[in-house]
């Protein structure tokens, strides 16, 4: 079954940079928007930023001027540069894929998640 999977995560002291990355397990064709997600302990998963095929990205506010998401069209990657890492960015962070799949039609693809944790 084709899903994404993350990498990147780890633990990391406060103001300091990690970059996640996401790629597909298999082939996913016509991929259009791809995002990032997280969800901290005991919280609701929140939407961290999304960037559709020509580049165009959205941030929730409380990332904005920290964290920058990226994307290659020929690999179906994404990835997530995060810099001046607070403790309350401490969470597991998903990526998502809305592409089409062989046998499943248009469909949105989710990773496994890859752990952030931010010391103080």
């Known amino acids: 079954q084709v899903q994404l999977v993350e990498s990147g995560g780890g633990l990391v002291q406060a103001g300091g940079t990690l970059r996640l990355s996401c790629a597909p397990s298999?082939?996913?064709?016509?991929?259009?928007?791809m995002g990032w997600y997280r969800q901290a302990p005991g919280k609701q998963r929140e939407l961290v930023a999304t960037?559709?095929?020509?580049?165009?990205?959205n941030y929730v506010d409380s990332v904005k001027g920290r964290f920058t998401i990226s994307r290659d069209n020929a690999k179906n990657t994404v990835y997530l540069q995060m810099t001046s890492l607070k403790p309350e960015d401490t969470a597991v962070y998903y990526c998502?894929?809305?592409?089409?799949?062989?046998?499943?039609?248009?469909?949105?693809?989710w990773g496994q998640g890859t752990q952030v944790t931010v010391s103080s």
């Open positions: 960037i559709t095929r020509s580049g165009s990205a």
């Open positions: 298999g082939i996913i064709f016509s991929i259009r928007d």
């Open positions: 998502n894929a809305d592409g089409v799949i062989r046998g499943r039609g248009r469909d949105v693809v």
